[in-house]
Every structure is written in C-alpha cells, then in structure tokens.
C-alpha cells in the first residue's frame, strides 16, 4: 500500500517544494548525517520524513473482525502464557553492558 522509503524518488519529478524552518545547530547535524550517507539535505530530509511518516501511519494499521473472530482474539489475549525455557532465559539473563 505505501512505497518504499525509496522507490521511484531517481525517477520521479519533484513538483512541489516544502520549506521549514530550522537552527543552525539543527541544520548542522542534519548537514554531518547527510554528507555521511553522502546525500544532499534535501534527500537526506525528504527520505528521512519520508519514512518516518510510514512508520508512524503503518503503526495505526487498524484490522476489524466480526464478532466471533474478535471473541477468540480476546480469548487467546486473556490465556495465561505459556513457559518458554528460551524466552525466560533471555528476559533473565543480565545484559552485558549492566
């Protein structure tokens, strides 16, 4: 449904500007990030809002089921959870950098 971050943006036309206002510190760090990835502000902001803007709409992916469909839902949601010796490990186990 949505495009990839960057698909189609070499072969497309850009038709319409967007401007904004920023601080120098601002700009500066997106500046360093840019010539990092070796874009231009521009890219490096269009593709950044870009997919930011997908991750924040495909985070409010909404699905609907019927009533029964929604009942077994709510039902596996409410079952206590199973043991699972490999998960139980990893959510234990201290975390090297602590």
Not at 21 to 41: H, P, V
Not at 73 to 93: A, G, N, S
Request: overall charge negative; glycine content about 4%.
């Amino acid at each position: 449904m949505y495009a990839s971050v960057n698909e189609g943006l070499a072969n497309e036309t850009r038709d319409v500007t967007i401007n904004i206002r920023a601080k120098k510190n601002q700009r500066d760090l997106i500046d360093r990030a840019a010539e990092l990835q070796g874009k231009s502000r521009s890219e490096f902001m269009l593709e950044s809002a870009q997919k930011t803007a997908q991750d924040v709409l495909l985070d409010q992916r909404f699905f609907g089921l019927d009533e029964v469909k929604f009942q077994q839902f709510v039902e596996l949601l409410d079952e206590p959870p199973t043991h699972h010796e490999q998960l139980h490990k990893l959510l234990t186990t201290k975390a090297p950098w602590d």
